[in-house]
T-cell receptor, first 110, second 115 residues
Framework: DAKTTQPTSMDCAEGRAANLPCNHS???????VYWYRQIHSQGPQYIIH???NNETNEMASLIITEDRKSSTLILPHATLRDTAVYYC???????????FGQGTTLQVKP | DSGVTQTPKHLITATGQRVTLRCSPR?????VYWYQQSLDQGLQFLIQ???????AKGNILERFSAQQFPDLHSELNLSSLELGDSALYFC??????????????FGPGTRLTVL
């Protein structure tokens, strides 16, 4: 599975958009980009995933560059409850296992 | 609430002992995954079962074993426990075997403390 690189930490003002970047320069053609988050020590929570097109759901948007070497998770209106560790994961279609890196700790401030 | 349940929530035991962690997947999900989260190693995949059969193996120690029963619940057995086994153990479930892009739903975890 491709390795991902994320900033260790980020701050965001409440009500503003949070843009979390992820580099995955060695991603293969059949690998998807997944985002999960973990609030405190709770179980990780699925956010969104995509292959090459931009994706949006009720939680977030995922923007994947045309060369697929990087992506950005966008939380459009961050709230204090969005404070969490966000994990960007690249996963092949032939395996279910998720390989978690260190993630980005997002701190949403009032 | 993800629909995945794990018991017990907390477990305190001594070195050398054996414990069993239990996981019930979401209704209808056939795959169960086990992950370990420790302070120094982060979240690590241990093992996956799909419909009763082992599907994928990660960094699972030989002292650890798992199984999935006909009712699809799963148990993770940890034996000859060491201090370093203290961690959060998460179970996750998904609808498919992993070759489809189904998201995984995680349980609340079991916090194991080995003294």
């Amino acid at each position: 599975d491709a390795k991902t690189t994320q900033p260790t930490s980020m701050d965001c003002a409440e009500g503003r958009a949070a843009n979390l970047p992820c580099n995955h320069s060695t991603i293969s053609g059949n690998e998807y980009v997944y985002w999960y988050r973990q609030i405190h020590s709770q179980g990780p929570q699925y956010i969104i995933h995509g292959l090459k097109n931009n994706e949006t759901n009720e939680m977030a948007s995922l923007i994947i560059t045309e060369d697929r070497k990087s992506s950005t998770l966008i939380l459009p209106h961050a709230t204090l409850r969005d404070t969490a560790v966000y994990y960007c994961i690249v996963k092949g279609g032939n395996t279910g296992k998720l390989i978690f890196g260190q993630g980005t700790t997002l701190q949403v401030k009032p | 609430d993800s629909g995945v349940t794990q018991t017990p929530k907390h477990l305190i035991t001594a070195t050398g002992q054996r414990v069993t962690l239990r996981c019930s997947p979401r209704s209808g999900d056939l795959s169960v995954y086990w992950y370990q989260q420790s302070l120094d190693q982060g979240l690590q995949f241990l093992i996956q079962y799909y419909n009763g059969e082992e599907r994928a193996k990660g960094n699972i120690l030989e002292r650890f074993s798992a199984q999935q029963f006909p009712d699809l619940h799963s148990e993770l057995n940890l034996s000859s426990l060491e201090l370093g086994d203290s961690a959060l153990y998460f179970c996750a479930s998904s609808a498919g075997s992993g070759n489809l892009n189904n998201e995984q739903f995680f349980g609340p975890g079991t916090r194991l403390t080995v003294l």
